[in-house]
């Protein structure tokens, strides 16, 4: 593991960095570094709306601040809501584009954990029905094979627990099949995943880093004990970043 503290780093020389023809780094002996851009292209603030996502076709997706998906078609510059009767969740957690240029939304609905799938044309919708615990409110983790799975947190509200860890979906051109995947060897609270090229399992699980290879038990990763993983993203090389809170 290599970590990278968060802070201003000055540098022990003066240097330029040409970025493209409007954009330069510029940095200075024990001083800031600073990027300038002197491009025609402005920053766009829309007031009420989260961005989430862009699919394969430039369009941006959103998440308002009352939990309805709005979707930005760039070509038209039209905007469509999307509200429960579409076939979405009454509240939507977040909105995730597989590479199959499907939008994914998970939350509640109802009060059950429920997903939902934007094939272009139309929304369909899976509730589980008997699923303890909630969906985690961070993306999805999609597969080399298109597969997509969602953290579950396995406690419920009573304080029972489930071993149900993801939910995963496999979409195609006839049918979305989905299940639980459940073992006694899976941590209770997972709210991020991911999996590397030697088929490892990567979880965040509160305040600690768990990997895990097939069933085996998962392990604590050491070095991440104690720091809530707030974050996971596996590059296109195969590295693995986590962010965490230092404590």
């Given at each position: 593991?290599s970590i990278?503290?968060?802070?201003n780093?000055a540098?022990?020389f003066?240097?330029?960095y ?8 510029l ?6 570094t ?20 862009q699919d394969n ?14 979707r930005?078609?760039?070509a ?5 809501m999307?509200e ?5 969740p009454?509240?939507?957690?977040q909105?995730f584009?597989?590479?199959?240029g ?6 509640k609905?109802?009060g059950e ?13 899976n509730?589980?029905?008997?699923l303890?615990?909630n969906i985690s409110?961070?993306p ?5 094979k ?31 099949r989905?299940d639980?995947i ?5 941590p ?5 995943i991911?999996?590397?090229q ?8 509160g ?7 097939g ?15 707030d974050n996971?993203?596996l ?13």
């Open positions: 593991w990278h503290e968060m802070g780093y540098t022990w003066s240097f330029t040409v970025l493209d023809e409007d954009t330069f780094i940095g200075g002996f024990t001083d800031k600073y990027r300038f851009d002197a491009s025609d292209t402005r920053w766009q603030t829309y007031v009420g709306l989260h961005f989430q996502c076709e430039g369009n941006d997706w959103f998440l308002t601040e009352d939990r309805k998906i709005v930005h078609k760039r038209s510059n039209t905007w469509e999307f429960a009767v579409d076939g979405v009454e509240t939507p957690y909105l584009a597989s590479s199959n499907w939008i994914w939304s998970s939350g609905h109802r954990v429920t997903v939902s799938w934007y094939d272009g044309q139309q929304w369909e919708m509730s589980h029905e008997k303890v615990g409110r961070f999805p983790f999609e597969t080399d298109g597969i997509v799975y969602f953290a579950v947190n396995g406690v419920g509200a009573g304080g029972e627990i489930s071993n149900v860890g993801f939910l995963a979906y496999s979409p195609d051109a006839d049918v979305v989905y639980a459940s073992h006694t060897s899976l209770p609270k997972i709210h991020q991911s999996q590397t030697d088929g490892i399992w990567w979880m965040g699980s305040s600690a880093l768990r990997k895990q290879r069933l085996e038990p998962a392990t604590i990763e050491p070095g991440f004990n104690g720091n809530w993983i996971m993203s590059a296109a090389d195969g590295t693995l970043w986590v962010l965490a809170w230092r404590t």
